[in-house]
């Protein structure tokens, strides 16, 4: 693939996802009752799965400015994490999957690289309101400090290419929780929405290496976009309970990207935890003829370095055909019955919150960050303790660091 | 080499450079005519190597505050940047040379990738104070917006490895200028100083191919620290004028890091320029037996790690020897002496300034940034013209990068 058409896709792809958002008015901010929001403040939360880097080099766009997400597509900032009480959570090295040559290697490890340092110039540039964490004691403490934390995850481990020393870089660099795959097969193991179907049957021998060099380095398996296969070998082979970092119910909605309630169990049942996801909730129908024209008629994409202005200007373009050829869309309650349903599976113990924000995230009623009250509020209305609720909004999560970091010494402490 | 043992050499190098400084008492502020401090001023002025990144991460340690020399052992902050009028430089992401193996290269790649983080961190964190340079014009519009600019080098190639794809990494990453080799031989090119001798009579036949993909991508060539040979072959081999990024006369003091008078008329004739160190000026006696049992007697020097507050510790044992058993030292006219002579040779427009500020420079009056308007004092009482000091100070150097960009796109644009 062509750098070109690389940059064209990577750089489109959380736009194009979110922009089905932009079709509908503002938000109305949430209402959650005063002392579910009390409950909700007092505690520690995090999301698994912020793709918000994609904004963080943007000319224009700043992590401390309030944002409207029906303006700009953007579901995360500092104000709104306030507003909805989120501590912090993994902020996403994500790499939209390319060729499986030297050259796409060589690509996709410069651009993770590259994303990598974003974050760091991100949290360095606002050291009063962010900080990096690598274990989970820095997040309680980060925490308590005033300041929101700030993990860092990758997703597609594309670009490790075939040198598996990179996960050390990475490692280096901060990394704590890793995927091996997106949208397609890659080196490392099977996707679960390749149209092409599996070639490696799971993992691919080098896929076999990579976990085990994750579980070596303390990093968090990360199964979602996986094959069915691979989330099968990853609970079966890592030394440590793995994590689905934004991942639903198939028995809500019945999509590749979620998982099945035997597969949900086995994970929970091995330690591990499904952070539920906003995406794949409802059947995305066909576009009509006209839909199609309109959205084939919309200019390109701005590109991640593309300005403020620019996106703004392009998602009211595609907001425009949105309200007058509308699509399906989820809603906060098909999203709490993927988490209730999880739940039903895999106990508090087992659930988390990874609703891809900036990655395709938001439905109706649950649009940006903001709106994160609502499901400590929904949570308690079923019956869930404080204690319960907070194991999943970061316990469980924090809990999965943990272990992955404590076999790491233990390696190291055996050689 | 272990790993542990690789961090102890790469920790303490810069420290054990800049100690000798440690015994002078604080340097008094530079005595400089009123009229040649406000011609000083006008002009814009660069260093082409500050290893200040090496203090970036330090616990303590700011680029924002004003630090004593004769404490920390640190030459450059901001509030010296500006009392010495220097608006900007090349801050250096250096790797002391280490095995030539697998476990070295990926070592060297993920030091060298972590000290290009902290150089960007540096400058996020301090936005209204920094900016990152990448161009000629960079730095003037920066340096015009009241900011210092930040430039990016690398001195030793080594971390690249056997895998010359990095050279981009570091190109998009920021770098502008490598040398292929430090003190001892590598994969690329032999040094001037390695113990052992020369082992590739000159570049290698990767260090070859090193030397094509700086052209390809616009990076400027720094021969200093490479052997006479590989100087030579650089000149004739580089598509675009070469520099020595901080090398001094072997006319004034005969060392292997400096460069005889044919080299310096070779390298400006081609129209490249010598960065004028404030290193090898004069001969480091063999340490009294007293002296070296003082020094053995110190404890391990610290890491980069360290705290400001052990740095300051360490560094008042090691003054206290220094102190004791004093050692020569050159001083502000041994310096001048180096670069009135290579100004003759070279003429004002193949001579720049590279003291090697925090990685070993200073000399007894020109101890830290703060010093340097003296050097345009004594440039303008020597007849050098405002012009020609003002292209000593970033002319020179501006214009080779310039020349080095400009050469890429040529290459880029024949594709």
Redesign the interface.
């Known amino acids: 693939m062509s750098r070109r058409l690389l940059t064209v896709l990577l750089g489109s792809a959380a736009l194009l996802a979110t922009a089905a958002s932009a079709a509908t008015p503002p938000p109305p901010k949430p209402v959650v009752a005063k002392a579910d929001m009390a409950a909700h403040q007092k505690m520690l939360t995090l999301d698994t799965h912020l793709d918000t880097p994609e904004h963080f080099a943007r000319p224009g766009w700043s992590m401390m400015d309030d944002h409207e997400v029906h303006l700009d597509g953007s579901q995360v900032d500092l104000p709104r994490m306030k507003a909805g009480g989120l501590d912090g959570g993994f902020f996403v090295i994500y790499t939209g999957q390319g060729d499986l040559t030297a050259e796409g290697y060589?690509y996709a490890?410069?651009f993770a690289?590259?994303r990598?340092?974003d974050i760091?110039?991100?949290v360095?540039?606002h050291?009063d309101a962010f900080e990096l964490a690598f274990t989970p004691e820095d997040a309680v403490r980060i925490n308590k400090a005033g300041k929101a934390f700030a993990f860092q995850s990758i997703e597609n481990s594309w670009p490790m290419g075939e040198d598996l020393?990179l996960m050390?870089?990475f490692y280096?660099?901060g990394v704590r929780m890793a995927g091996p795959v997106h949208f397609r097969n890659n080196q490392f193991a099977d996707s679960s929405t390749d149209p092409k179907g599996k070639i490696w049957n799971g993992y691919s021998p080098l896929g076999l290496r990579w976990l085990a060099e994750a579980n070596r380095l303390g990093i968090l398996i990360d199964v979602s976009h996986a094959s069915d296969e691979v989330v099968d070998q990853s609970v079966a082979l890592s030394k440590v309970p793995v994590i689905a970092s934004h991942s639903g119910a198939k028995a809500i909605f019945d999509h590749p990207r979620n998982l099945d309630d035997a597969r949900i169990r086995k994970i929970a049942e091995s330690g591990g935890a499904i952070c539920i996801n906003s995406v794949y909730l409802v059947a995305s129908a066909a576009p009509s003829p006209e839909r199609k024209a309109a959205l084939d008629a919309l200019p390109r994409p701005p590109r991640d370095e593309a300005t403020q202005a620019d996106v703004v200007a392009w998602m009211a373009k595609r907001a425009a055909v949105d309200k007058q050829f509308p699509m399906p869309r989820a809603n906060f309650e098909t999203y709490m019955a993927s988490m209730l349903h999880t739940l039903k599976i895999a106990g508090p113990k087992g659930v988390c919150v990874g609703a891809d924000w900036d990655g395709g995230g938001g439905v109706e009623g649950l649009e940006d960050v903001a709106d994160l009250p609502k499901i400590t509020a929904r949570l308690k209305a079923e019956g869930y303790s404080d204690a319960d609720i907070e194991a999943i909004w970061s316990g469980n999560v924090l809990r999965l660091i943990g272990q992955a970091q404590a076999y790491a010494r233990s390696v190291a402490a055996a050689k």
């Open positions: 060589r490890r410069d690289l590259k990598a340092v760091r110039e991100m360095a540039a050291p020393t050390q870089t280096q660099a």
